[in-house]
């Protein structure tokens, strides 16, 4: 079952198309991550699923339901969502933040502990949010965004302004939440943080889905090539350099390109030279340098 479904969505502000003709389809416990450049429509797409505007062209459904009927005002409970930019009242606390936001759910205050526990927030729960940092904040909008145990989880740039050990706790928080069954939505421009964490990526430029896939999928299907570092003795390298030729070393180190597909051949190769190695590593392209080669290739545009 799919828990976002959008086919052949558009949405035009006059002569322009913030999303232009995008289908897409998310299903439940599934890790999206939604990326592109600043002004490429990711933020256009979440309000529609979300249910804030109306396409101009298509169909979105959300957990069974068109986002702008009334129906659909039945599962919003089940929806939280981390917008980027996390506004609350400075003269309100911690703890009666959340209060509000569990009522708006029409939920009760029990298990708002386990939450300020889970973002590390327990020690300021009862402090005016006046007093938070931004990374304090932060957390406090994930929390809010984990009421009720949400089955969609909508993340708009989750980690900005966090240390990297609320980083890592963000992730584990979606590890747990994608374990429950969790259908989870990430915007983000941190992209060297998505590369083991989501499940597909779908690349947004100007307003059009540009690829859609796993992060190894997209690898393979622009052909960008995984790099081999070989740290070895001077005699190996010596066979190494009979074998490959020598114009693979530089600075004392073998390094090679192959296509992602025929990593294992290569090492098979290398191993059956029977040589004496220190050190191999084996460099996987980033969803850093998939996005930039689809998008350098398609042109970009930033805000």
């Known amino acids: 079952m799919n828990n976002i479904t959008l086919t052949s969505v558009s949405k035009e502000y006059g002569k322009t198309k913030a999303v232009?003709?995008?289908?897409?389809?998310?299903?439940?416990?599934?890790?999206?991550a939604l990326v592109g450049h600043n002004g490429a429509g990711k933020s256009?797409?979440?309000?529609?699923?979300?249910?804030?505007?109306?396409?101009?062209?298509?169909?979105?459904?959300?957990?069974?339901?068109?986002?702008?009927?009334?129906?659909?005002?039945?599962?919003?409970?089940?929806?939280?969502?981390l917008p980027e930019q996390v506004l609350f009242q400075n003269n309100m606390t911690g703890r009666e933040t959340l209060e509000f936001y569990a009522r708006l759910k029409g939920l009760t205050r029990d298990g708002?502990?386990?939450?300020?526990r889970r973002v590390d927030l327990m020690y300021a729960a009862d402090d005016r949010i006046a007093t938070y940092s931004k990374g304090m904040r932060q957390r406090?909008?994930?929390?809010?965004?984990?009421?009720?145990s949400p089955k969609l989880l909508?993340?708009?740039?989750?980690?900005?302004g966090l240390d990297p050990v609320s980083r890592q706790n963000v992730y584990s928080i979606?590890?747990?939440?994608?374990?429950?069954?969790t259908t989870i939505l990430i915007s983000s421009h941190a992209l060297t943080e998505l590369d083991s964490r989501v499940d597909r990526v779908a690349i947004i430029n100007r307003g059009k889905l540009l690829?859609?896939?796993?992060?190894?999928?997209l690898r393979q299907n622009i052909g960008l090539a995984s790099e081999i570092k070989v740290h070895a003795p001077v005699n190996s390298m010596k066979i190494m350099t009979q074998h490959f030729g020598d114009k693979c070393f530089v600075n004392g180190v073998a390094q090679f390109s192959c296509p992602a597909d025929e990593k294992i051949a290569?090492?098979?190769?290398?191993?059956?030279?029977n040589i004496s190695l220190a050190d191999i590593e084996v460099n996987d392209p980033s969803l850093e340098q998939v996005f930039m080669a689809l998008t350098q290739t398609e042109g970009h545009v930033h805000e």
């Not at 979105?60 to 409970?77: E, L």
């Not at 929390?143 to 009720?148: D, F, K, N």
Request: proline share 4%; glycine share 12%; net charge negative.
């Open 174 to 181: 979606i590890n747990d939440m994608k374990s429950a069954g």
């Open 140 to 148: 406090l909008g994930l929390a809010q965004a984990l009421i009720g």
């Open 112 to 116: 708002l502990d386990d939450l300020f």
């Open 266 to 273: 290569f090492l098979k190769e290398l191993m059956g030279l």
């Open 44 to 81: 256009t797409l979440i309000k529609m699923v979300l249910g804030l505007i109306s396409p101009t062209m298509g169909n979105v459904s959300v957990m069974g339901h068109n986002p702008m009927t009334a129906p659909f005002n039945g599962v919003r409970r089940d929806i939280g969502f």
């Open 211 to 217: 690829a859609l896939g796993s992060i190894a999928d």
């Open 20 to 32: 232009d003709n995008v289908d897409l389809a998310v299903s439940a416990g599934e890790c999206l």
């Open 154 to 160: 909508i993340l708009d740039e989750p980690t900005s």
